[in-house]
């Protein structure tokens, strides 16, 4: 047993799979990679890890299927998603699932690292406690009503010309707005929000 952390990779890009474990190794962890969620779901169990990092696109059984499994099972490490960028709403709705973040290929290791330090509290204490959940009440109660509206959305995983279509206001607009929503929240990414949103306990929008 080396002593260092350990990561679970799963991802079907071999350069890909093999990179993020070499940057993970220099990183000072102990990677242990698939090449596919049904070979995961077949070797994971008693290899206790911090967390799995997946990709969302996979043949099989893709990402979000993988977390719903493990979801099911109820014996897995947090979850991280990597993603492209045409798959931010299904990201979305994974973090509404319970994983911990998603990453947007390509991601800088500081990024990574920070999901990884989030997953390591987050196995320290599952859920918000009172005091974030208070907190993220405090933060959104900044917001006006047409700023809240197109949260909702954002954090639902729907994309500006869609929000702009269900409120009936231009896509510029819903820049305008998701850019003071981030700024008054304090949220520097979408990921962050979805996270503020979570801990309120506010139901995503259709």
Same mark, same amino acid.
């Given at each position: 047993?080396?002593?260092?952390?350990?990561?679970?990779?799963?991802?079907?890009?071999?350069?890909?799979?093999?990179?993020?474990?070499?940057?993970?190794?220099?990183?000072?962890?102990?990677?242990?990679?698939?090449?596919?969620?049904?070979?995961?779901?077949?070797?994971?169990?008693?290899?206790?890890?911090?967390?799995?990092?997946?990709?969302?696109?996979?043949?099989?059984?893709?990402?979000?299927?993988?977390?719903?499994?493990?979801?099911?099972?109820?014996?897995?490490?947090? #979850?991280?998603?990597? $993603? !492209?960028?045409?798959?931010? @709403?299904?990201? &979305?709705?994974?973090?509404? /699932?319970?994983?911990?973040?998603?990453?947007?290929?390509?991601?800088?290791?500081?990024?990574?690292?920070?999901?990884?330090?989030?997953?390591?509290?987050?196995?320290?204490?599952?859920?918000?406690?009172?005091?974030?959940?208070?907190?993220?009440?405090?933060?959104?109660?900044?917001?006006?009503?047409?700023?809240?509206?197109?949260?909702?959305?954002?954090?639902?995983?729907?994309?500006?010309?869609?929000?702009?279509?269900?409120?009936?206001?231009?896509?510029?607009?819903?820049?305008?707005?998701?850019?003071? #929503?981030?700024?008054? $929240? !304090?949220?520097?990414?979408? @990921?962050?929000? &979805?996270?503020?949103?979570? /801990?309120?306990?506010?139901?995503?929008?259709?």
């Amino acid at each position: 047993m080396s002593g260092k952390d350990r990561i679970l990779v799963v991802d079907d890009d071999t350069d890909f799979r093999a990179s993020l474990a070499d940057l993970l190794d220099v990183a000072g962890f102990d990677v242990t990679a698939f090449e596919s969620a049904a070979q995961f779901l077949d070797r994971y169990r008693g290899l206790d890890a911090v967390c799995i990092v997946t990709d969302i696109r996979m043949p099989g059984m893709d990402g979000l299927e993988l977390q719903k499994e493990l979801n099911a099972r109820g014996d897995a490490p947090p #979850v991280i998603i990597m $993603t !492209g960028h045409g798959d931010i @709403p299904l990201a &979305v709705r994974a973090m509404r /699932a319970g994983a911990v973040d998603f990453l947007e290929k390509p991601f800088d290791l500081p990024v990574l690292l920070s999901s990884i330090d989030r997953a390591r509290q987050l196995r320290r204490q599952p859920g918000p406690s009172a005091e974030a959940t208070r907190d993220a009440e405090a933060r959104i109660a900044n917001l006006t009503d047409r700023e809240r509206d197109v949260m909702d959305l954002l954090v639902a995983g729907h994309q500006n010309k869609m929000i702009a279509f269900k409120l009936d206001i231009s896509p510029r607009t819903v820049e305008v707005h998701r850019s003071r #929503v981030l700024d008054k $929240t !304090g949220c520097r990414s979408l @990921p962050e929000l &979805v996270h503020l949103c979570i /801990a309120a306990k506010r139901a995503p929008q259709a």
